[in-house]
């Protein structure tokens, strides 16, 4: 079985900063892409950021130029670095990683149980 744990949510004032780390851990033998997702009160999940193993990274246009993802291979991590927080950003974030569980190129979508990150105007 594999866990991802989120921490490094909270309020913050707009304008402030904070940084989102998850950490996957249990049976894992390669993790490809690595992501951070976020919902909003009544709203479907929606993609923030993702990396892939390789570093190749996408993010939704609405953080472009104020957040940044980044991972550790070696130990299973990805956190998101978020600076100019908008009362927008205020929203339940969600990590994700696709985890190849066996070594036999078989992999298995998972999540977080979310961090609450509210930002005050």
């Known amino acids: 079985q594999v866990q991802l744990v989120e921490s490094g949510g909270g309020l913050v004032q707009a304008g402030g900063s904070l940084r989102l780390s998850c950490v996957a851990s249990g049976s894992i033998f390669r993790i490809n892409a690595m992501g951070w997702y976020r919902q909003f009160p009544g709203k479907q999940r929606e993609l923030v950021a993702f990396?892939?193993?390789?570093?190749?990274?996408n993010y939704v246009d609405s953080v472009k130029g104020r957040f940044t993802i980044s991972r550790d291979n070696a130990k299973n991590t990805v956190t998101l670095q978020m600076n100019s927080l908008k009362p927008e950003d205020t929203a339940v974030y969600y990590c994700?990683?696709?985890?190849?569980?066996?070594?036999?190129?078989?992999?298995?979508?998972?999540w977080g149980q979310g961090t609450q990150v509210t930002v005050s105007s």
């Open positions: 994700n990683a696709d985890v190849d569980a066996s070594g036999y190129n078989v992999y298995r979508n998972y």
């Open positions: 990396i892939t193993r390789g570093g190749s990274i």
